[in-house]
């Protein structure tokens, strides 16, 4: 079946501009996940949702970052007013449910913020 | 703070070989634990994940998991070069964070022909 998707793959910005980074989970999975990966480091989580709420926020770094699920699959990341410093690989996961379910991975959304 | 550590290597080792790799985690109530293969430029790539302890093969790979040490560790039997790879130790938080991984940085394990 069919993976989780997300897209732009690739996305370059301005500094000071909006971005928007959007993920579809595997169909069925209840729980959604937001991660963001620097270079040599492992993936950081910033948020997830369970349906169409955020369950856990608390990664996310500032109120420049915040992520919607309206209808409980698709979700959406917004960043406003970029910095260089957001530039990072972007990975969202799904999973069956929330708890020690696993995790998959979509491909990723590389963010360069110029 | 819930960490996870590993070795950032690399650590390479010859085709054929048994390659070893290996995580600790401090938080003691994490109760699920997943190791995932990273090549450079793509996502993370589920391939085991184990909740007891002791044993869990899975073809060339063993999860092995020690609670009381806080440990965690993948064996891969007869290394191929395409198993080179950056091999992700990730532990599932408790309490109010079940739903979160915490990652460790990785290891970098490359197989010479």
């Known amino acids: 079946g069919a993976g989780v998707s997300q897209t732009p793959s690739n996305k370059v910005t301005e500094k000071g501009k909006y971005v928007e980074l959007r993920c579809d989970p595997i169909?069925?999975?209840?729980?959604l996940y937001w991660y963001r990966q620097s270079l040599g480091q492992g993936p950081e989580f910033l948020i997830y949702?369970?349906?169409?709420?955020?369950?856990?926020d608390s990664g996310l770094p500032n109120d420049r970052f915040f992520a919607v699920r309206p209808e409980g699959s698709v979700s959406t990341l917004k960043i406003q007013r970029t910095e260089r410093g957001d530039s990072a690989m972007y990975l969202c996961?799904?999973?069956?449910?929330?708890?020690?379910?696993?995790?998959?991975f979509g491909p990723g959304t590389r963010l360069t913020v110029t | 703070q819930k960490e996870v550590e590993q070795n950032s290597g690399p650590l390479s080792v010859p085709e054929g070989a048994i390659a070893s790799l290996n995580c600790t985690y401090s938080d003691r109530g994490s109760q699920s634990f997943f190791w995932y293969r990273q090549y450079s430029g793509k996502s993370p790539e589920l391939i085991m994940s184990?909740?007891?302890?002791g044993d869990k093969e899975d073809g060339r790979f063993t999860a092995q998991l020690n609670k009381a040490s806080q440990y965690v560790s993948l064996l891969i039997r007869d290394s191929q070069p395409s198993d080179s790879a950056t091999y992700l130790c990730a532990v599932n938080g408790y309490g109010g964070s079940q739903g979160n991984l915490i990652f460790g940085k990785g290891t970098k394990l490359s197989v010479k022909p």
């Open positions: 169909s069925g999975h209840t729980a």
């Open positions: 184990i909740y007891s302890n």
């Open positions: 996961a799904s999973s069956l449910n929330v708890g020690p379910y696993e995790q998959y």
């Open positions: 949702f369970q349906g169409t709420g955020a369950a856990d």
